[in-house]
């Protein structure tokens, strides 16, 4: 296998281990009451290592249990056919170039998202109602570095407004806002990133409410829906006024009438990909079936948000 580095065989680690000990091989061979050319036909694969000295050899150089272990084993594989060798160490270069990739898409994804402040921007939000009147709300979030803002109209007038914080934990991203009208609502929302990592395209997750918890409002109603955020930022081709059509639709529609789910602009395509759909599933339909969060006879909507 051009290019691999060579294994390390028995011979390999047992010259290691004596060489830290500050010995040479012939100084060992003294040490143990072995003949210098005995133990170096041990070295070359020539001559097989006996399980006893091998424990004899583990005792002089001190070995800890791990490294004992590890000279058993290499014993144990120079004792292996050759083509059992061969398939063992091409598993093993493998499985180390699978380590390497996923290293390397890691520290990539990490840097993209320094840079680029990926999760800023505007995000297009659906979820069923809290109410379960079979109505979608649409909502709008903009994510800026630490911050977001969550607005949501009705008949072209601000119906409820969020501020608060997000952080990112890996692939999620969390959401912790509190009303802007008092104080009487604080939501938090957990969200999956359902994305090529290059471009953004969307977050799905469960948005979890709490009315009240103040002194104002001291009864607290816990709520929950999964939730789909678009991503509808510059970096899609959404440009401002597209922006400002958006914002003018935002608020709660029957499912009949709530028409395309994505911006015009949105990259279909790269949302196919990332739910791995096939050419005949109808995305909006799938995207649906995501937040329908409906409940059945004895749930309540927690256990149907995680149904």
Known sequence: MTGET??????????????????????????IGATPSTLSRIRTGKRQAKSSDIETWATALQLEDDERATLHEF???????EALRARLARAEHEIAAERDRRSTLEHHYAEYRREQNFYDGYWLAYHRSFLNDDTITRSLGHVTGDSIAWL?????????SYTGTTRVLGDKIFMMMEEDRGGAEFVQVTCNALFDFRSPSFLYGIVTGLSGKTIRHPVSYPAAA?????????DTGVTNEQLEQIQSSLGSFDERSLGPLLPSSANEDLLRRCLQLHGRDDLDAVLLRMIDNRLSSG?????????
């Open 6 to 31: 060579p294994q390390p065989d028995f011979g390999d680690y047992l010259h290691r281990l004596v060489r830290r000990r500050g010995l040479t091989m012939a100084e060992f061979a003294e040490q």
């Open 75 to 81: 014993a144990l594989l120079a004792q292996a056919p």
């Open 152 to 160: 949501n109209m009705e008949a072209g007038r601000v119906h409820y």
């Open 226 to 234: 999964r939730m789909v955020l678009v991503y509808a930022g510059p």
């Open 299 to 307: 749930e309540h909507a927690l256990t149907a948000a995680f149904r």
